[in-house]
């Protein structure tokens, strides 16, 4: 994905929560109601604070997702072991795994202002119960000691502060780095190694590329030259 799709679909939630077509993404089971005023919420959040401080927008953006999200498998919503929802997915079924939970707060962040290069979606294990989860960290600097978003411990914390936890890895669009406990550690390849996250992009893209989201959604006709 390069960087001019990244910023069109930085700009796609304004789209979601603005243009008519966006009854295509409301779940059939889901209440279209309920949805339309999240759709409507979310896009207040985005308009009222892009001027804010980054710490305030992560605090902002990390309550909304957990208060309106639910946790739910991806075997009961998609019927797939594992399945990464694309944001519209997510806030039409509001529903999602710990991925989809971190993949929202993400994209909301970029389209809040958030240089990409501060957030990354990182592979942790929670050592409790040796399960694999994910989160979303942020760094102040690439040496800094990282704020976890994290839709279990529902406070951010800072890395140091989450004992719990074990990191594997981080990513973004930028690339793959290994994950040490408090800093990021060296990158190792490029995201065209994670075959989830090529999906997941192949479906934003699908998402975007349909006429009336071009005509509804002017920004998306500039960002892409």
């Not at 910023?7 to 939630?13: G, Q, R």
């Not at 980054?54 to 309106?68: E, M």
């Not at 994670?194 to 009336?212: A, F, G, P, V």
Request: hydrophobic fraction near 40%.
């Amino acid at each position: 994905m390069n960087l001019a799709f990244f910023v069109i679909f930085s700009f796609s939630l304004f789209f979601l929560l603005s243009c008519s077509s966006k009854k295509e993404f409301i779940s059939s089971d889901g209440n279209k109601s309920q949805i339309n005023n999240l759709f409507t919420d979310l896009k207040s959040l985005v308009n009222k604070n892009t001027q804010k401080h980054d710490l305030i927008k992560l605090k902002l953006v990390n309550d909304f997702v957990n208060k309106n999200i639910q946790w739910i498998d991806d075997k009961v919503i998609w019927n797939k072991n594992d399945y990464w929802a694309t944001p519209m997915e997510v806030l039409s079924k509001r529903a999602g795994d710990c991925e989809d939970f971190s993949i929202v707060k993400y994209f909301t962040l970029i389209s809040l202002g958030v240089p990409m290069d501060r957030l990354k979606l990182s592979y942790v294990k929670l050592l409790a119960d040796n399960q694999s989860h994910m989160v979303l960290t942020y760094y102040e600097t690439n040496k800094a000691v990282p704020i976890i978003l994290d839709n279990i411990h529902k406070r951010m914390k800072r890395a140091s502060r989450r004992e719990d936890i074990k990191p594997i890895y981080s990513f973004n669009d930028q690339g793959i780095w290994l994950q040490k406990r408090h800093k990021l550690g060296n990158k190792i390849g490029t995201t065209s190694q994670l075959r989830l996250w090529l999906d997941l992009n192949k479906r934003i893209n699908k998402e975007l590329s349909t006429e009336s989201i071009k005509l509804d959604f002017p920004l998306i006709k500039s960002a892409s030259g």
